[in-house]
């Protein structure tokens, strides 16, 4: 989650910076060849633990990708729209 937050705040600025206005759009494809290559994972020989395990990621990356699909339909180009700044976030911060 913290490398979701990570890439989807580096396409809005991006888009703020007028340096790509489909960023979003290209962080929604590669987030579907994600999900793709784990989904060919768990059609694979894994062990219990690791199906659940990748299982679950794999849940947590679709509702991902359901949420980058609203900010584009939304049309989000500023890191404080409020369809960016509703989402729960996670942040990695050394103390």
Do not use: P
């Not at 991006?14 to 206005?21: L, R, S, T």
């Not at 947590?60 to 939304?74: E, F, G, Q, S, W």
């Amino acid at each position: 989650m913290v490398m979701w937050t990570k890439g989807v705040e580096a396409s809005i600025y991006e888009i703020m910076k007028g340096k790509n206005a489909s960023a979003l759009k290209e962080y929604l494809d590669f987030s579907g060849k994600q999900i793709g290559a784990m989904i060919k994972l768990v059609r694979g020989s894994l062990k219990g633990q690791q199906r659940m395990a990748i299982g679950a990621l794999i849940v947590l990356d679709v509702h991902a990708l359901a949420v980058v699909t609203n900010m584009i339909k939304a049309r989000v180009e500023n890191i404080n729209d409020f369809e960016w700044s509703q989402q729960l976030r996670y942040y990695w911060e050394l103390l």
